[in-house]
Nanobody
Framework: QVQLQESGPGRVSPSQTLSLTCAVS??????????WNWIRQAPGKEREWVGS???????YYKPSLKNRTSISSDTSKNQFSLLLSSVTPEDTAVYYC?????????????WGPGIQVTVAS
């Protein structure tokens, strides 16, 4: 079965760039019609979609984060990545990667376990 696993540093200094990777096993990130998403949840806040990369390589960003976010995929390694620049303490959250059944869906059927990222000096 498909499994997702986030990796990256758990602590980032303010103004630096957060870098996370999601390794996918049991299935290819190029398989239609799936979309591979980054989602975060800050303490006491609603879950927030950050962006996604679709099986065909198209990338989508949350508009309010677009100028700080970069998502990419590496099909040779079957993984996708998130860069979030100029981080502030407000970017502290548990970051998840998750699969959706298509690029428009908010129905995520497979999740990684999540990784806590704290922005602090």
């Amino acid at each position: 079965q498909v499994q997702l696993q986030e990796s990256g540093p758990g602590r980032v200094s303010p103004s630096q760039t957060l870098s996370l990777t999601c390794a996918v096993s049991g299935g290819s990130i190029t398989t239609s019609p799936y979309a591979w998403n980054w989602i975060r949840q800050a303490p006491g806040k609603e879950r927030e979609w950050v962006g996604s990369v679709v099986h065909d390589g198209m990338i989508y960003y949350k508009p309010s984060l677009k100028n700080r976010t970069s998502i990419s995929s590496d099909t040779s390694k079957n993984q996708f990545s998130l860069l979030l620049s100029s981080v502030t303490p407000e970017d502290t959250a548990v970051y998840y990667c998750a699969r959706a059944n298509n690029r428009w869906s908010e129905d995520y059927d497979i999740w990684g376990p999540g990784i806590q990222v704290t922005v602090a000096s």
